[in-house]
C-alpha cells in the first residue's frame, strides 16, 4: 500500500488533484492524505460542479492547512511521497526557498528532507525568468516539475482524456498501475508516403 499526500494549491487546474484522489480511491494500492490551501477549496469552486465536502470524501485522511502538528509534517510517517496538483508559483516558491509557513509546505519540505518523491504540477503561462529559476531551485532540491501539459498521440477526444493522461503519468511515477490512459506503443505505420 502506498500512501501518497496529495496537495491542492490555489492554481488553475483543480480538476487534476480531484481526479488523482478519484483515482487513488479507486485503487487497492493507494491511501491518501489530502491537504488544500484556502485558495485551492475557492477554485475547486470556481472552475469545477464539485463541492468541496465530496472532494474531501475522495480523501483517505484530510489535514487542516494550519495543522503544523499533523502526521505529514513529519518525516517518521513514513509517506511514499507527495503530489501537488494544481502547484501554483506561490506554493512552489515556498518550497523552492524552504519557507514552511503551513501544512502544504512542512509536508512538501519533509518529503524532499527524506529524499521522497514530491511532484509538482505547476500551472502557470506564460513564465518568467524568476518563475523558471525557482522550478531550477525546486529541481535541485528534489522535486519534480511536471506541469499538466497535454499529450496528443493517444488522439485525446474529450478534456477529460487529456486530464487523465497528466494524472496517469503521476501515477507512473510510484509504480501504481491505472487505466487512465494507454502508454507509448511506438510509431504508427501509415499507408501515406511522407510528401
Known sequence: MKKIIVGISGASGAI???????????????????????????????ETDWRLSAVLELADQVHDINDIGASIASGSSHMDGMVIAPCSIKSMSMIANSINCNLLIRAADVTLKERRKLILMVRETPLHLGHLKLMVSATENG????????????????????????????????????????????????QDKPM
Do not use: C
Not at 479507486?26 to 470556481?46: F, N, P, R, Y
Open 16 to 46: 487534476y488533484g480531484i481526479r488523482l484522489l478519484e483515482a487513488a480511491q479507486q485503487s487497492t494500492e493507494i491511501k491518501t492524505h489530502l491537504v488544500m490551501t484556502e485558495s485551492g477549496a475557492l477554485t475547486i469552486q470556481q
Open 143 to 190: 522535486a519534480i516539475i511536471q506541469p499538466p501539459v497535454p499529450a496528443f498521440y493517444n488522439k485525446p477526444r474529450t478534456l477529460d482524456d487529456i486530464v487523465n493522461h497528466a494524472v496517469g503519468r503521476i501515477l507512473d511515477h510510484f509504480d501504481i498501475k491505472h487505466t487512465l490512459y494507454e502508454g507509448w506503443k511506438g510509431i504508427r505505420q501509415s
